[in-house]
T-cell receptor, first 116, second 116 residues
Framework: GAVVSQHPSRVICKSGTSVKIECRSL??????MFWYRQFPKQSLMLMAT?????????EQGVEKDKFLINHASLTLSTLTVTSAHPEDSSFYIC????????????FGPGTRLTVL | AQSVTQLGSHVSVSEGALVLLRCNYS??????LFWYVQYPNQGLQLLLK??????LVKGINGFEAEFKKSETSFHLTKPSAHMSDAAEYFC??????????????FGAGTRLAVHP
């Protein structure tokens, strides 16, 4: 149980285009989902916290208009990187927290974004 | 404020040797602590967690960690390293937030290399 998927696993796009990454909880409902960014050989940086049916809470320094987050259902959150540039190239990881469990997040396998 | 320090960005051990990965934390509330493992180009997998119960926590793949409040430490150990243990390891502390969810604050990570 507690499986989180991400799609796509890899994406290559041209500079200026927008890219959407999906995060799904496959066997549980997630009231809260998190989006992280990880640069090579570095730790995870929390970008935003997404609650179903409400606006995402962004961390300081993360551009809301650049990284659009939608959490339309209890099993799906999407991250859209708008007008992507090479500096947005990174590994994006989502996680999901089931309701009632104050301790654990379940992580997706990550999405490798490369912007040319 | 919550923070995590992982001493040693790289640790190298021989196969069969003891693995010790260090983690010290700072927390303004009773801490919940986690160790995650990340294999290349993958998401994070939970190894074990401390949630104020037993101070010696056993996890998957033969790993365990001991919570020591007096030392504010939560070091990860494994008696005998396997080649398959080579990966990146992250220690994290929970930051509880209003609304019933929590953020995870990650350490910088320790890359474990296992050589024959």
């Amino acid at each position: 149980g507690a499986v989180v998927s991400q799609h796509p696993s890899r994406v290559i796009c041209k500079s200026g285009t927008s890219v959407k990454i999906e995060c799904r909880s496959l066997d549980f409902q997630a009231t809260t989902m998190f989006w992280y960014r990880q640069f090579p050989k570095q730790s995870l940086m929390l970008m935003a916290t997404s609650n179903e049916g409400s606006k995402a809470t962004y961390e300081q320094g993360v551009e809301k208009d650049k990284f659009l987050i939608n959490h339309a259902s209890l099993t799906l959150s999407t991250l859209t990187v708008t007008s992507a540039h090479p500096e947005d190239s990174s590994f994006y990881i989502c996680s999901a927290q089931p309701p009632g469990t104050y301790n654990e997040q379940f992580f997706g396998p990550g999405t490798r974004l490369t912007v040319l | 404020a919550q923070s995590v320090t992982q001493l040693g960005s790289h640790v190298s051990v021989s196969e069969g040797a003891l693995v010790l990965l260090r983690c010290n934390y700072s927390s303004s509330v009773p801490p919940y602590l986690f160790w995650y493992v990340q294999y290349p180009n993958q998401g994070l997998q939970l190894l074990l967690k401390y949630t104020s119960a037993a101070t010696l926590v056993k996890g998957i793949n033969g790993f365990e960690a001991e919570f020591k409040k007096s030392e504010t430490s939560f070091h990860l150990t494994k008696p005998s390293a396997h080649m398959s243990d080579a990966a990146e390891y992250f220690c994290a502390v929970r930051l509880p937030l209003s609304g019933g969810y929590n953020k995870l604050i990650f350490g910088a990570g320790t890359r474990l290399a296992v050589h024959p």
